[in-house]
């Protein structure tokens, strides 16, 4: 089955700076990659995903880059404000060309600590 | 809309108990899930369904029944508790038959003693 790996586990950066998250796959198969943001008690909600198809995808300060031959991934933000304070978790899916997927595969989350 | 609605929010089970946790969505998604998270181990899918009738293992599924009557809802069953089953609990559903952009339920916090 799929494996997510995500680094760092913890990270923390002064408010106006940027944070990088990594994760990488292990199957090749896999074509859809989102990331959620979960704050502390809350659900876990979509912040972005990206395809197979696109090398990099942006909404507004978030942005997420794709390396398929190095099946590893990555969440960008810029700008951080205390409010993107949380845990974060990518995830690695095959979704099949008509309906369908294989099961959603979660790394085991970052927490992002932006200091004001 | 309401979304996903998970109930109990919080509950506490003696070992060897069962009992079911609910899950309810009323934006007419075709796909369900049921997600455990435990601290450091990130959120792993217990059950799924790609529509009413249809119910598929996830990669934890051991203790755990599930069955899916109608669209709208798609409970959890515990058999019998056990400590390991210790957790929260998220439901989360899709439209379409896929687990594209998830919504999540608010979770159930559950502890067996």
């Known amino acids: 089955g799929e494996n997510v790996e995500q680094h760092p586990s913890t990270l923390s950066v002064q408010e106006g700076d940027s944070a990088v998250i990594k994760c990488t796959y292990s199957?090749?198969?896999?074509?859809?990659f989102p990331w959620y943001k979960q704050e502390l008690g809350k659900r876990p909600q979509l912040i972005i995903d990206i395809r197979s198809n696109v090398g990099e995808k942006k909404d507004q300060r978030i942005a997420v880059t794709l390396n398929k031959t190095a099946k590893h991934f990555s969440l960008h933000i810029t700008e951080t404000q205390p409010e993107d304070s949380a845990v974060y978790f990518c995830?690695?899916?095959?979704?099949?060309?008509?309906?369908?997927?294989?099961?959603?595969?979660f790394g085991k989350g970052t927490k992002l600590s932006v200091i004001p | 809309n309401a979304g996903v609605t998970q109930t109990p929010k919080f509950q506490v089970l003696k070992t060897g108990q069962s009992m079911t946790l609910q899950c309810a969505q009323d934006m007419n998604h075709e796909y369900m899930s049921w997600y455990r998270q435990d601290p450091g181990m990130g959120l792993r899918l217990i059950h799924y369904?790609?529509?009413?009738?249809?119910?598929d293992q996830g990669e934890v599924p051991n203790g755990y029944n599930v069955s899916r009557s109608t669209t709208e809802d798609f409970p959890l069953r515990l058999l019998s508790a056990a400590p390991s089953q210790t957790s929260v609990y998220f439901c989360a559903s899709s439209l379409g038959r896929t687990n594209e952009k998830l919504f999540f339920g608010s979770g159930t916090q559950l502890s067996v003693l």
């Open positions: 199957d090749s198969a896999s074509n859809y």
């Open positions: 995830a690695a899916s095959l979704l099949y060309s008509g309906a369908g997927s294989y099961q959603l595969t």
């Open positions: 369904s790609v529509g009413a009738g249809i119910t």
